[in-house]
């Protein structure tokens, strides 16, 4: 078989602020550079340090960001009113509300409590509704960059077989949406797996492209898929070891045991995650386009 093609999300991000510069080269002269709002509640290292990895992208392309920290202990009513500040603040075009949230707040009323044009994580109900529909407004970011590598790499999805590992609705039921949607580069059959799912490598074994993201380390092995599948590890998980560091991180899939099986596969870290950014800042982007036109 041939040698496996490494899905960079890496290279793929770079192209894409490459191409977005124009446009922010436009909405900058016009007046409006666009500008997001982070709300981070709570201590969680991983939230803190992807907060910053966002704030510093944003720095890099001459885009306007700002967090709102918020302590664990804060009340559901102080994290609305800041939301609702936020939604009639015309510096930012985006909010943004970092997840996970501590467990004494609703995700679903505070995800709701943004305004569905700034809502550029796409996880608002009427955004996902619009997703669902076929006329998206926000595609969440993860699966929006997901799309974009698949695009990147010229790898057509229309008429194979995807099988997705996970429901969530940050990545699983959304990618399961895009890559069915009867458009170029999808029109998948698409088959979602979860933790309700009996015999699981029946499935992922059917699989021209896999997409695991559901947060077990090296959940996927070689037993569990076919020669030259397609696998998109959405997966990032902080394993304890010997290094220096005293963790590695590792991917839903074992990437050893299947890189010489697979035709294509993507790296972590350095595969998904670097998308999640990029996608965001095309979303934010995207807002201020269409807050300024109106």
């Known amino acids: 078989m041939a040698e496996t093609l490494i899905l960079s999300g890496k290279t793929v991000s770079q192209n894409v602020y490459k191409s977005l510069q124009t446009r922010i080269d436009s909405l900058i002269s016009s007046g409006c550079t666009p500008g997001l709002a982070v709300v981070l509640v709570g201590d969680n290292s991983a939230s803190r340090i992807y907060v910053k990895s966002k704030a510093k992208r944003f720095d ?15 009340q559901e009513k102080e994290v609305l009113s800041l939301i609702n500040d936020l939604n009639t603040d015309n510096r930012f075009h985006g ?20 305004n569905p044009l700034k809502d550029v994580d796409g ?7 619009r997703l669902t529909a076929g006329h998206p407004r926000f595609v969440p970011c993860t699966p929006k960059g997901i799309m974009r590598i698949l695009d990147y ?39 979602i797996c979860h933790s309700g799912t009996t015999d699981i490598p029946y499935y992922t074994q059917q699989a021209d492209i896999l997409i695991a993201a559901i947060g077990a380390p090296e959940f996927v092995t070689s037993a569990h898929i076919k020669e030259g599948a397609v696998i998109i590890d959405v997966g990032i998980n ?35 995650g670097p998308m999640t950014i990029a996608m965001l800042v095309e979303n934010t982007i995207e807002a201020a386009e269409r807050l300024v036109s109106v």
């Open 60 to 74: 890099k392309m001459s885009l306007f960001s700002e967090t709102f920290t918020l302590p664990d202990t804060v």
């Open 95 to 114: 909010i943004l509300v970092q997840m996970p949230l501590p467990n004494h707040l609703n995700d679903s009323t505070i995800i709701e409590a943004v």
């Open 123 to 129: 996880f608002h109900p009427e955004n996902l509704g």
């Open 153 to 191: 790499f010229k790898i057509d999805l229309s008429g194979k077989h995807v099988v997705v590992l996970g429901r969530s609705n940050i990545v699983g039921r959304p990618i399961s949406i895009l890559t069915s949607l009867k458009q170029s580069y999808s029109n998948a059959t698409t088959t």
């Open 238 to 272: 902080r394993v304890e070891d010997e290094s220096e560091k005293g963790y590695s991180l590792v991917g839903d899939v074992h990437f050893e045991s299947v890189n010489d099986k697979v035709s294509a596969i993507t790296p972590v870290p350095g595969g998904v």
